[in-house]
């Protein structure tokens, strides 16, 4: 089942990249969604699909030409971590964006029930106890 998380998320960032919406049927009516401390004013906590939407809509509100593109996948079962790259261009300024991230995503069955946002990609493999020999999937 873990694979399948793996390309689960990849294809979510796929629909992400196309359309600038998020697949909420990807995320569980219930899901907790959690921007730590880095990644704005304070860790903020979201919930719900709707929640979901109203974080990523944040972020695309401020930015355009947004895209969130993955470069590792860490397959650690129910969990997937993700180490992503943020990129686009702030609204008005023009001023670019290049900033990696990290993003684990917990899943229940088919759908994510927890998210989080790590703005510095070693908090994410502390808080996760990643290891050099963690299963990588590409």
Do not use: C
Request: no cysteine; glycine share 10%; hydrophobic share 40%.
């Amino acid at each position: 089942m873990s694979h399948e998380n793996v390309e689960r998320l990849r294809h979510g960032y796929e629909v992400f990249n196309a359309t600038s919406e998020v697949d909420l049927e990807l995320w569980a009516p219930d899901v907790e969604y959690v921007q730590t401390g880095e990644v704005g004013a304070g860790e903020t906590v979201f919930h719900g699909r709707e929640g979901v939407a109203r974080a990523v809509g944040e972020l695309t509100e401020v930015f355009e030409d947004f895209r969130v593109d993955p470069e590792r996948f860490f397959d650690l079962g129910d969990r997937v971590v993700a180490f992503v790259r943020l990129r686009g261009r702030a609204k008005g300024s023009g001023m670019p964006i290049d900033a990696a991230f990290a993003h684990v995503a917990t899943f229940r069955g088919a759908q994510i029930t927890r998210w989080r946002a790590y703005a510095r990609r070693e908090d994410a493999v502390e808080a996760e106890g990643l290891r050099d020999s963690s299963p990588l999937a590409e």
